[in-house]
């Protein structure tokens, strides 16, 4: 492979989050429901010009700092009230992310260590989708990744020259990645540090001094907001957030219980390549005992378990709640990777074997994905959801050659484990990480907006269809924020509008437009002062007017 200077990295690094972060960024519609949340909050921030308050419907949103929403109302600003603006932001700390880690990497080890873990990062699944997408994870996850990292430094330089630096910049990240997602941004950085400490079976690891500085720059910068906060409006956000934490921990909200073991089986298919070819960085020994790098290890085990067992025990389980274990993951692989590449680790066969079953269920399903257009006519008499059949009933262009994608993963990644058995180890994870990097990048930008066309795309027309008209609009039986940021919800409107009692029976003053999935048409037929206006693609849209 063609040889690139180490003083090139960074610059290299800057390019592939350019290729693979930016293009046809806003080609799919915002997804229900965290992606248009976040961008509705922001569009009401620019319309309220409340720039120190989350709103949703222009009611206060209570589960959110306003950090994130900062930065997306920020690139509405540059760019529009559009999709490309709501996951701009993530894609700029993408960028962050590649050369944070590189630059880490390079401190505890050598460039070469820098750029494997940024490849690693770049060149798996889900962390590398989660930069194309408009959820606060990736800013989230960067700021407590970073107040993890400067703890560390601040341990490993006890008694020495830089600590007070440290330890200031860890505070100031922590406070960051508070200001984003609330409290347990603190939270998983302070469990970490006591896994890490236990580690070192509760020896003493700092001076008091450093402490005070942690503690009080965390709070300096956590009470930039959440103090005033409290001074304009008491502790009702600080209770509100307490009591959604209880409810996503202790009951399975919106539908998203799920089993203990369910991030198990996110992390190893989701990360793959990084979840196989981190297995060994776990148990190994390491070979530089003392070292900054092999304390680090231990950090990010600590951080690791944290976050696996805090959201396996959460009865409320969604696939993003894991992603700060993507850090580890990709830690971990880098390492294994780079002492397998100086001769330090042996390689086992059944890593290779593991991963080779894995890419192929991957691409399989990648390949499959796209011909499902093809025979679904073949398939609808198997499908016993009258709403998925409906979906199946949208036309998007589809090229003929998307499914090809799945197949060139699946050769790639093959030939990447093929050069490991060989015992090419850097050839085979730059392959493995390409692989997976390229295959993200074309299903984003040829599958995944065809995929929105059948979930969602009849709704997007319909709620932009209605934007700027002086009607109420929503959806009925479930929950949606379409009609908000899609109808450009505009404040003013009555209160009794967000009522769905009076919608459906109150003298409204407006036309009432409403989405329903085609599931509950029986009960859409008992309400017969609305009209079917038509029905698309699983939906079912409804009009009542109102009594001249």
Not at 274 to 300: C, D, N, Q, T
Request: proline share 5%; charged share 15%.
């Amino acid at each position: 492979m063609t040889y690139i200077p180490p003083l090139r990295y960074p610059a290299l690094l800057i390019l592939l989050g350019l290729v693979c972060f930016f293009p046809m960024l806003g080609s799919a519609p915002l997804f229900d429901w965290d992606e248009i949340n976040f961008a509705e909050s922001a569009r009401e921030m620019l319309i309220t010009k409340d720039y120190f308050r989350v709103y949703i419907d222009f009611v206060p949103f209570t589960e959110k700092p306003p950090l994130f929403f900062w930065l997306q109302a920020l690139s509405m600003q540059l760019w529009g009230v559009n999709e490309f603006a709501a996951r701009f932001p993530n894609a700029v700390f993408g960028i962050l992310v590649l050369l944070s880690l590189y630059y880490t990497g390079k401190r505890l080890m050598d460039e070469r260590f820098g750029l494997i873990w940024a490849l690693a990062y770049l060149g798996s699944i889900l962390p590398h989708l989660y930069f194309r997408s408009g959820i606060i994870d990736p800013v989230f996850n960067f700021f407590m990744f970073l107040g993890v990292g400067f703890l560390a430094r601040t341990v490993y330089l006890h008694k020495m020259r830089g600590r007070f630096t440290a330890a200031a910049l860890a505070g100031l990240f922590t406070g960051l990645a508070v200001l984003t997602k609330g409290p347990v941004g603190f939270l998983l950085v302070f469990l970490s540090f006591l896994g890490y400490w236990a580690y070192r079976r509760f020896n003493r690891l700092s001076g008091w001094k450093e402490v005070v500085l942690y503690a009080v720059s965390t709070l300096l910068v956590t009470m930039a907001w959440y103090g005033v906060e409290t001074y304009k409006h008491g502790f009702t956000f600080l209770e509100q957030f307490v009591i959604r934490q209880v409810e996503i921990f202790s009951t399975s909200d919106a539908g998203h219980g799920k089993p203990f073991y369910y991030h198990f089986v996110v992390l190893l298919i989701g990360c793959f390549p990084i979840s196989v070819l981190s297995l060994k960085g776990f148990f190994a020994k390491s070979p530089f005992p003392g070292s900054e790098i092999a304390l680090f290890r231990h950090w990010m085990i600590s951080l690791f378990i944290v976050v696996l067992t805090v959201f396996s025990i959460s009865t409320t389980k969604i696939v993003h709640y894991s992603s700060m274990a993507y850090y580890p993951l990709s830690f971990l692989a880098a390492y294994h990777v780079y002492n397998l590449s100086k001769g330090r680790w042996l390689w086992h066969k059944a890593f290779a074997w593991l991963g080779i079953g894995l890419g192929l269920v991957l691409g399989i399903l990648l390949t499959a994905l796209p011909l499902v257009p093809m025979f679904k006519q073949q398939l609808i008499p198997y499908i016993k959801d009258a709403f998925a059949v409906g979906n199946l009933q949208a036309n998007p262009e589809w090229g003929g050659w998307e499914w090809s994608i799945g197949l060139m993963f699946i050769g790639l990644s093959c030939l990447g484990w093929y050069y490991f058995s060989k015992g090419a180890y850097l050839k085979g994870s730059y392959w493995l990480f390409g692989a997976v990097a390229a295959t993200m990048v074309l299903y984003t930008s040829a599958v995944v907006p065809k995929i929105s066309e059948y979930t969602q795309g009849a709704n997007v027309r319909f709620f932009k269809s209605l934007a700027g008209k002086e009607v109420y609009c929503g959806s009925l039986w479930y929950k949606s924020y379409a009609p908000y940021f899609y109808g450009l919800r505009q404040p003013g409107l009555r209160q009794e509008s967000r009522q769905e009692a009076w919608l459906l029976y109150g003298e409204i003053d407006r036309p009432v437009y409403l989405s329903v999935k085609i599931n509950d048409r029986k009960r859409m037929e008992e309400l017969h002062q609305f009209v079917l206006l038509r029905e698309e693609n699983g939906f079912l849209y409804y009009l009542r007017e109102p009594i001249r």
